[in-house]
């Protein structure tokens, strides 16, 4: 398994960026996929996930109504739309994915997911 992110830079504030991850080895329909960030100093959070199997998603409070999640099965990508970009935003963000056929392991907590990418990093502006 393979995941690769992109789309990371520097927005300022008010704005939008969408991340992509690229994956190789991931199932959409039988894995949960998530997007997690971490800033200097702090630990890795979880932002939003995607159960693959009953499409139901979980959101953090702090994203919740302003980043979204999406895959596109034909290019194997995961998308994290995200708008109305705050500073506390600026993190490094990691794409996620773990096997879940009965989508019981999507979820926003650390060390649920077994395969990670490099992560892209955002940085907002004022």
């Known amino acids: 398994v393979q995941l690769v992110e992109s789309g990371g830079g520097l927005v300022q504030a008010g704005g939008s960026l969408r991340l992509s991850c690229a994956t190789s080895g991931v199932t959409f329909h039988d894995h949960a996929v998530a997007w997690f960030r971490q800033a200097p100093g702090k630990e890795r959070e979880g932002v939003i996930c995607?159960?693959?199997?009953?499409?139901?998603?979980f959101y953090a409070d702090s994203v919740r109504h302003r980043f979204t999640i999406s895959v596109d099965n034909a290019k194997n990508t995961v998308y994290l739309q995200m708008n109305s970009l705050k500073l506390e935003d600026k993190a490094v963000y990691y794409c996620e994915a773990t096997p879940d056929p009965w989508g019981v392991r999507a979820g926003l907590g650390a060390g649920e997911y077994d395969y990670w990418g490099q992560g892209t990093q955002v940085t907002v502006s004022s």
């Open positions: 995607l159960s693959g199997s009953d499409g139901v998603k």
